[in-house]
């Protein structure tokens, strides 16, 4: 069944259009489903699960975030790790001779 484009209106393209996106998407979904079964079932010939050969959980998460090593005497609840660009009150405390260790935690 060849379709005709070119006869076709805007309206008429537009709607054949969504209804190949639409079609797109549930072939995409269909073959997920089924790599992942027959990857669930080579796995399992080998006695595996695929969570224990993909390592879930056994890494830790990318882009933890670092434990705060500097605390504002003033402002409890303001803290820094020591990473990145000093904080404002970072820069207050050195310029009123405050040593940087003192504000470690």
């Not at 992942?36 to 882009?63: H, T, V, Y």
């Not at 090593?69 to 409890?76: A, F, G, M, T």
């Not at 609840?77 to 935690?105: C, F, M, Y």
Request: net charge positive; aromatic share 4%; glycine share 8%.
């Amino acid at each position: 069944m060849a379709i005709d484009l070119e006869k076709m209106s805007r309206k008429e393209l537009l709607k054949l259009r969504d209804q190949v996106e639409k079609a797109l998407k549930g072939a995409e979904t269909r073959e997920r489903k089924a790599a992942l079964q027959a990857a669930q079932e080579a796995a399992a010939e080998f006695g595996f699960s695929l969570s224990e050969l993909s390592g879930d959980g056994s890494k830790p998460a990318k882009g933890s975030k670092a434990k705060p090593k500097y605390q504002n005497p003033n402002d409890p609840t303001q803290t820094w790790t020591g990473r990145g660009r000093k904080p404002q009150w970072v820069h207050d405390a050195l310029n009123a001779g405050i040593d940087i260790s003192d504000l470690e935690i």
